[in-house]
């Protein structure tokens, strides 16, 4: 009968923190999904202290507030998600009961063959919290009442008031209910009814049931440490529209068939002339047109494309060793101020340098970087300044 009383007593703070939290939910509640934040974010730490009553094969015989013992819970945790939450916790303390004849935790005198029962018990076990008031009513940082239920498992041990050996070890499955009650940001009262399920043994009496168990409760404090909220995923900045940089890809692909055009046709223009005989004193050489090596804004980084252009132009260079180049190098004025422009521009043409030089072969003495920044705008169009223009110098 004390029992039925104990868990009723445990339901009713169950269902009365459910009902007052539902009403909060009705004011105004978001419902995710919502990020994840970093690792020692939503960390929180509890101290509480009440009471434990344990039921084993004899603890029937006895008054049940005879049973009650004192009980400590301190716990840390983090909450992964509104709804989701992990949780190491300590709790225990001390257990009361009655066992049948004199047993190793037993205590006191014999009472018509039953003996007081008295034992220092701990449990250390790891939780999974459901935060059922996010769950269903959508997060609130400020909601007064938070409803947890949760479950676990670690690792029980109880040991002999008395010093004098005694002791035991089990693995113990744990369940509970949470309920949290906010009175600042950082601070929260929290009320936690539990009940432990252990091997019968646990306190050297068997011979009923094969498990036993132990209710708790307790009331506390909670802390929890900066960062303590979340934010939802749909407030996430998208990503821009990018057709204007894949209208850029397609123009440069464009311009590298023309590229790829004029290098099969100077080509046949060398071959040729090489295949003439020798009717003129004045030498020869490959013509080589402006070539233009774009880049998207803000960047000095060459594509694929651009390195295919600049592998054909240097083939060409490198059969004109006399000849000397400028590598013209512009950013557009429309972004960034005339100092930033500047130094892109340098990087630009210091990258086309170092593809040429030292990717495809060209002697670097037959190159001259002459780098404007914004200064100078060749073109029509932001997109057609941020540009190399690889021109003969002669």
Partial sequence: MKKIIFLSIIMLFGFTAFAQNEAVIELQSQKGPYLTNRFFDNIFISVAGGANVYWGENDNRGSFWKRVAPALDVSLGKWITPGLGVRLQYSGLRA????????????????????????????????????????????????????????????????????NGYKKNEIAATAGLLNNMRISPAVDINLELKCMLVNQNF????????????????????????????????????????????????????KLAQAQRNRDELANR?????????????????????????????????????????????????????????????????????????????????????????????????????AVGSSEQRFNGAKLNRVVVIEDNE
Avoid: C
Avoid at 112 to 141: I, Q
């Fill in 270 to 370: 060398l071959a040729q002339e090489q295949s003439k005989e020798a009717a003129v004193v004045k030498e020869m050489y490959p013509v080589l047109a402006d070539m233009a090596i774009f880049f998207r804004i803000n960047t000095a980084v060459l594509t694929e494309e651009s390195l295919i252009n600049i592998g054909y132009i240097a083939d060409v260079i490198k059969k004109v060793p006399d000849k000397k180049f400028i590598l013209y190098s512009s950013a557009d004025k429309e972004t960034g101020t005339a100092a930033y422009n500047q130094k892109l521009s340098e990087k630009r043409g210091q990258a086309v340098f170092d593809a040429l030089t030292k990717k495809f072969g060209v002697n670097p003495a037959q190159l001259t970087i002459q």
């Fill in 203 to 254: 306190d050297f009496v068997t011979g009923g049931s094969r498990a036993e168990y132990m209710g708790t409760v307790t009331l506390g404090l909670t802390y929890k440490f900066n960062r303590r909220d979340f934010s939802k995923a749909s407030d996430i900045v998208p990503v821009s529209d990018n057709s204007m940089y894949i209208n850029e890809i397609n123009g440069l692909k464009g």
């Fill in 96 to 163: 009361k009961g009655w066992s049948y004849g004199q047993q190793p935790y037993s205590t006191g005198s014999s009472q018509n063959g039953f003996y007081k029962e008295k034992f220092h018990t701990s449990n250390l076990h790891a939780d999974l919290l459901w935060n059922v008031s996010n769950a269903w009513g959508g997060y609130r940082e400020d909601r007064f009442w938070d409803f947890v239920p949760y479950v676990g498992f670690g690792w029980a041990h109880s040991s002999n008031v008395t010093d």
